[in-house]
């Protein structure tokens, strides 16, 4: 499968002396001749200078979005999200961990979700968290989060990603009361419960998708989704696409290393 070469602008001091215009023509090039063109944090100010962020939505480091949107009028900045990804070959990041979250999420498009939770196990990091999310959190997770926070109760979301899962499910699991619970999951994960939950459906559909003959509605069951009406909605939500587009993409990658067809539960 051909891969698409990559152009990845790393952050540097903005605003200071202005990019040299060699530089931008270099990125506009790549671009016209099919290369992604990735930025890092402040990286976008490049991106943008070179006019390849005009009327897109892009994101940078919170700190620096409201400089980028000043300069830029005709980006649509959005500073509540890790990363941007418009599916034309212009990506953008927030700040350098957001960085890593990006280069996982390109690592999946191009090799698989598996290989990205591979490396992104290696590296000690959340495997592909999705870009909507937060770029920061109201409290910093402990340290021990996986003992002392809510990582017993993702762990049982996890285990049980083929049930139906209420809010009120979560928790009582986690012994708060529903308002307390959503607080203090959205300040450990920068997200909702339900949608964080949906994310990993996603995520646990993409692995069997590439790995398994199954069809939609037996991963849809697999998954927690119910019916390949809810997993094709959520599916193009989060990725852009359809499961039958990507299965079609990955099934060669697929079919070297076959899984086992799911019975109940899936483990992600």
Known sequence: MARLPHVIVPGFEAGGAPVDEHALNALRRAHRRGARVVSICTGAFALADAGLLDGRRATTHWGDADRLAREHPTVEVDPDVLWVDGGDGILTSAGVAAGIDLALHLLASDHGAGAAATVARRMVVPPVREGGQAQYVEHPAPANAAVTGLGPTRDWML????????????????????????????????????????????????????????????IAVAT??????TLRLHFGRALKTTPSAYRKTWHAVGAQRRLPAPRTRVSV
């Open 159 to 218: 285990a049980g990603l083929a049930h139906p899962l209420k809010l009120r499910d979560m928790a009582a699991h986690a012994g708060y009361s529903e308002r307390s619970f959503i607080r203090r999951f959205h300040a450990e994960t920068g997200l909702p419960p339900v949608r964080w939950l949906h994310g990993q459906r996603v995520q646990a559909a993409r692995r069997l998708l590439e790995h398994t003959e199954s069809d939609l509605e037996a």
């Open 224 to 229: 927690g989704f119910g019916t390949a009406a």
